[in-house]
């Protein structure tokens, strides 16, 4: 569909060739037609990785070979001897199974991530039967109208058809690293490079400034981007700080295990030949025994557990509302001691509703709840209604038009807003006065404008006048008051224009002051006759010699759930701080009512802070709780100053000009709902609602995870230096091997298999929110689980060696099978307290994790079949204890899990953990 003559056609010859209409757009039967012929708007990408694939990588491993290698070493010798291969098949049919273990948890990993990738999809506003609409990209087709704002990735291929002062950044297509004015004006040359085509807005650039409206003229791989889209490589997964931690422990652990394996082969050979036992047989026993321990004590499973725990971690935070877009962010989480956030929205409820209206003569008091334009207009302090005075109308009508937001009904004959909340408030207003936009813009279309930018705090819009002899154009102005009203050299009185005295002008900015004290969110009107419209619409032309029309003052209220959240955050150790373009006095307001503000918290400008050093703001920085009238400057200098003091801080943000703060951040949070695009790519984080507690419901899972992948850490590294100490200590006191080869491979297929990912999934401890954040640069294993781990391998290497010892009185078999069961059982068992390192099995609830008793069951009844199944007995070399045996078993078998219990409150101690009975 793209072609390289689309830059060369003007507006209408695009819209003819594509067979649509700017104003509404295409229809359904056209939108699925189009998608059919074109497919969807996505680049190509490698196909998934197929079952087959992924089960044939799963022995492209070390480990595997070596297994395989001792499978083959084993059959020779068996055939040679004439007896039957058990131990060979035994190895096969256990190195298959562990691979189809790996292929099933790496599936489900890769599951987790595409659907998480799915949701991440950028979205694109679209123009459809007459609707404006939010889709996904992916579902453009050519011939829809795409509108465009600052902040918004382009996300298609797009001829432009109205551009009001749009800038592109085209640096990654083109490499220009300066955004490029665009237009609608084709351009004549046919063979014109990409960079000169200023008609044309490419997919995967971005909108810098001002808004515009496209048609899409080539989609996925058609587009410009999808030309090239074979060279671009996908950006590689990145490996989290805590799965380089484990990367690091697991080669240190293979080393170490690996040297201890050799030892005991040497051993078990020497021994071996000082009993005169056949030199091959003693060979191969003691090379078999050296690699199943190998095999069982070598921790190669964790990085992909961690991956798997974290992609599952991450899928259970987006049910929280929080979407996570990079894996170190959920380490980061559990980390972060201060959050920076925005109070529009995130901690308000974002659904501003006008309720004051001011001008020098009047003060009006307007009713009405949310979007919906039914309310009545009082005098002030006044219950009777009244009707507006022709100087409140043309703040209305000065708010609605310098304003680009949208009033639609919905299906359910309600209304719906479309666009920026606060200008949908005045939208609302002006409504409710019986000025609907439909019809206003008629009178006064929109010639001209100077979009709103985070440094000027306001907005304009030229538009034609004709009204008591004037025949010209009338700009009106929105924006903040406090600069607004300086800008201003006449105001509006009774429908004439006067001198602006300074008694007028302080009168205005006190009314300010009073409704921002109320925690009102105030918005001045200015408006400007001219005779023309100036060559260059800018804000140096257009917003000089103003005359004020009033003050509009809007209610957002706090969202119910944030004030808990707050304290939530705080017993958590975690600092929240407001960061708001508002007024002082509104951030103080908002501040108090939610209980963010301390008794002694402070509130700083953005005027203050430009008066004050680094230094100084380091010092003042403990005592802040808001800083208000901040621009995106600022954002950056409080973050830095925050991570200057060693805070891990998270810092929210929904504009263009947040994305610096985002980056610099130790986790950058978008939001979902009102971000733009530049923000959600910027950021860690996307909050899908908008609210605060959601960023402290993903802080909690982000623990949770963190925990539980340590717990997993504990469990597995505990079982497998048992292991070790079993076969170590019997071998040096020349007991030999208490477990078979194929027995310790069963045992690494129990202990690294369903109880440790039924680990992944526990709920958290229930002081998670009440301990202080960990510290970024805590090794995963520290002093507690250093001293649990040397407890319980002490523990389950002595009570598997106790019943080996038993058992072998009776026979060498009975023995072994004894110090299997005991071992296994101990594991199974242990697996219920490793669910909290700090806190006992019964008062977290025994059975409160149903994954663990399916993992539990599962694997004791895999355990059970290998000793009362005939054709198990040969291959795993057991035999049945009795009743009493079964007894010394069970009981052996509890004693690490009791150790363990009865060392928790110790541990308590040594972490300063107050235990449940005792939690407020």
Known sequence: MASPTWHTLTTDEVLQQLHTDERLGLNEAEIAKRREQY?????????????????????????????????AISLVISISEGEAPYESIAILAIVLLNTILGVVQEGRAEQALAALKKLASPEARVLRNGRTLSIPSRELVPGDIVLLEAGDSIPADLRLVEAVNLRIEEASLTGE????????????????????????????????????????????????????????????????????????????LSIAALAICGLIFVISVVQALSHDEPVLKAVEESFLIAISLAIAAVPEGLPAVVTINLALGMREMIKRNALIRRLPAVETLGSADAICSDKTGTLTQNEMTVVRLVTLTEQYAVSGQGYQPEGTFFKDNSNTQTELNEDAKRLLLGGLLANDARLEKDEHDGYRMIGDPTEGALVVAAAKAGLWREEIEKVYPRKAEVPFDADRKRMSTVHPFNENGKNGYIAFVKGAPD?????????????????????????????????????????????????????????????????????????????????????????????TVMVTGDYPATARAIAEEIGLLRPNGRVISGAELENISDDELDQLLPTTDAFARVSPNHKVRIVDAFRRGDHVVAMTGDGVNDAPALKRASIGIAMGIT???????????ILTDDNFASIIAAVEQ??????NIRKFVYFLLSCNLAEIATIFTATIVGWGSPLTPIQLLWLNLVTDGAPALALGV??????????????????IINRPMRLGMLIQTIVMAAVTLIAFSIGREKSFTLGSTMAFLTLSGAQLIRAYSSR???????????FSNRYMQY?????????????YVPFFNNIFETTQPTLSEWGIIIVLMSIPTVIAELSKPFIRKIVNVRPISQQG
């Open 39 to 71: 497919g969807y708007n996505e680049l190509e990408e490698a196909p998934p990785r197929t079952f087959w694939q992924r089960l044939l990588d799963q022995f492209n491993n070390f480990v595997i070979y070596i297994l395989l290698f001792a499978a």
């Open 177 to 252: 690293s300066v955004p490029v004015h665009k237009g609608t004006e084709p351009t004549q040359n046919p063979d014109a490079v990409l960079g000169d085509r200023h008609s044309i807005a490419y997919m995967g650039t971005v909108a810098t400034y001002g808004r515009g409206k496209g048609v899409v003229i080539a989609t996925g791989m058609n587009t410009e981007i999808g030309k090239i889209a074979g060279q671009l490589q996908s950006t590689p997964e990145e490996e989290t700080p805590l799965q380089r931690q484990l990367n690091n422990l697991g080669r240190t």
């Open 483 to 575: 600069i607004l009203i300086n800008l201003c050299t006449h105001i509006r009185e009774n429908g004439q224009t006067i001198p602006m005295t300074d008694e007028h002008r302080q009168t205005m900015l006190q009314c300010n002051t009073a409704m921002a004290n109320e925690a009102l969110r105030v918005l001045a009107v200015a408006e400007r006759y001219m005779p023309s419209i100036p060559n260059a619409v800018e804000a140096s032309t257009i917003e000089d010699g103003l005359e004020l029309v009033g003050l509009i003052a809007m209610r957002d209220p706090a969202r119910p759930e944030v004030k808990a959240a707050i304290q939530k955050a705080r017993n958590a150790g975690i600092r």
């Open 675 to 685: 971000g733009t695009d530049v923000s959600k790519e910027s950021a860690d984080m």
């Open 702 to 707: 982000g623990r949770i995870i963190y925990d």
């Open 762 to 779: 526990e709920k958290g401890d229930p002081d998670i929110m009440n301990r202080p954040p960990r510290r970024p640069n805590e090794p």
């Open 836 to 846: 909290s390192e700090l806190y006992s099995v019964f008062s977290l609830g025994v």
């Open 855 to 867: 993992a539990v069951l599962s694997s004791g009844i895999g355990l059970l079949l290998t000793i």
